[in-house]
Antibody, heavy 122, light 110 residues
């Protein structure tokens, strides 16, 4: 059974760069796409982007200029960086497994990490 | 691209059925068979309930079913149980290398 455990800084100042990492246990990171999804407090979900082991990426057009995903197959980890954060980026950030590595953008996310609350405040 | 449209709330009594809609456009819900549904209990991560419009992952009760007609997808929960009370989100491939979620529906079991 695949499990995802994520971590990263929980409090950022405006203009700083958000950095989160998600470790995958119980399966190979090379077999799937891996997505990041966020949820502002009390609000709905927003897809950020995805990556596979070949480095193929897709991003939400509204975040594409600031979001970068990367993948370390040796550590079975996937990471997210979001630059120039503002208060609007305050949210719980989730990593999630997507479709098979050759199937991008299938909007199928299972399982999910436990979530990391990131607060942006001066 | 705007979020998919879901009713903010839905409710039903134990044992009843309730259907939640997810309305998009021909560029997302109506254009692809990549629609999924998620259940989220307070303070928890979402859980996949339906994918590829109608498919149920192993372990999800067959009380949960889904369909799609034109630009609207629907999730039906039959035989409502107390543990079904949660927020439900739809998601769809939206073209242009993007994925959209719905705004979420709070399901209350009366």
């Amino acid at each position: 059974q695949v499990q995802l455990q994520q971590w990263g800084a929980g409090l950022l100042r405006p203009s700083e760069t958000l950095s989160l990492t998600c470790a995958v246990y119980g399966g190979s990171i090379s077999d799937y796409y891996w997505s990041w999804i966020r949820q502002p407090p009390g609000k709905g979900l927003e897809w950020i982007g995805e990556i596979n082991h070949r480095g193929n990426t897709n991003y939400n057009p509204s975040l594409k200029s600031r979001a970068t995903t990367s993948l370390d197959t040796s550590k079975n980890q996937v990471s997210l960086k979001l630059s120039s954060v503002t208060a609007a980026d305050t949210a719980v950030y989730y990593c999630a497994r997507g479709g098979n590595w050759y199937l991008q953008l299938v909007a199928k996310f299972d399982p999910w990490g436990q979530g990391t609350l990131v607060t942006v405040s001066s | 691209q705007s979020a998919l449209t879901q009713p903010p709330s839905a409710s039903g009594s134990p044992g009843q059925s309730v259907t939640i809609s997810c309305t998009g456009t021909s560029s997302d819900v109506g254009g692809y068979n990549y629609v999924s549904w998620y259940q989220q209990h307070p303070g928890k991560a979402p859980k996949l309930m339906i994918y590829d419009v109608t498919k149920r992952p192993s372990g999800v009760p067959d009380r949960f079913s889904a369909s799609k007609s034109d630009n609207t997808a629907s999730l039906t929960v039959s035989g409502l149980q107390a543990e079904d009370e949660a927020d439900y989100y739809c998601s769809s491939y939206a073209g242009s290398n993007n994925v959209l979620f719905g705004g979420g529906t709070k399901l209350t079991v009366l």
